[in-house]
């Protein structure tokens, strides 16, 4: 059968519409971003140290704290009872980094410092060296220094403290010893994806092996692909060009709720089907398909709390009512 030209064109412009309409739900992402390589990760980092310096606002009464000061002054040759220690001026805090991968002596890593005790504030005081350890229980980091934060947010017109017994301190923390990784003469590596896919472990597998004119990428299972350094590259330069390959990735309806904070977020996009939602003293009818944005709308005129939103998305989630999925944190 002959298609005229008018036909031919009703044809093209069909399939175009169509194209367009599938390729909505894909979107470009880098292999960088949906993917690891395993061998290639943090270190976290534990310590337990005392900030001192302290305007009166350490801990009061707190018994390991006085029990350090007490060890920390007998290194110094100062025995002092722990009973006999009275002062405010000291806190006793955690510390925490995450070493990143590959790094060497002499990097510095920011560190968080945590109050364990009753003290009211850190503001003003100086950590003493915390030896930060792994979970092998070995020494990588280093961290001392002063502890400085700004004294008020202003917002609304109004002063808001900060929360000043967790202090972020940049810098805060030096590497004494590096996690080394040998890679450069590393014959393979295995990508690992954020997410096990089937399909998107053998596109990422059909992407690289595309790219490189040869069979360097096999998917073994939905979320590895091992990988095989071709001879004229080196391993870095090898995982650099795959980790910058572009893919096409489904692109998923989320909805992420955070009951703690009362915070809702999700795509524009995400369709609610038709029902009737029947909560506390309000009824909604939603008569056609409407968008999570609609609906929120109609909650709020309701006078509805964010409490109340969440607990509908999440019943209405239940009910197979939302074309997307729902994370609660």
Known sequence: MKLDKFEKTLTILFFSMLYVFISTNLFAQKIKDIANIIGVRDNKLIGYGLVVGLDGTGDSSAKFTNQTLSNLLKNVNVKVDPKDIKSKNVAAVMVTATLPPFAREGDKLDITVSSIGDAKSLQGGVLLITPLKGVDGRIYALAQGPITMGGFNLKGGKKQKHFTTTVKVLNGATVERAVVWD???????????????????VKVQKTINNYFKKQVAIAIDPKSIVLKKPNNLSMPEFLAKVENLNIQVPYENIIVIDERTGTIVAGGDI???????????????????????ELTEDLKKSNATPQDIIAIVENLRAARSINAKVIVN
């Open 183 to 201: 890679i450069y003469h590393q014959k393979q590596a295995i990508l690992s994806l954020k997410f096990s896919d089937f399909d998107l472990a």
């Open 271 to 293: 369709i609610i089907r038709p029902g009737v939602i029947i909560y506390g003293d309000f009824t909604i009818q939603i008569k056609k398909p409407t968008s999570i944005f």
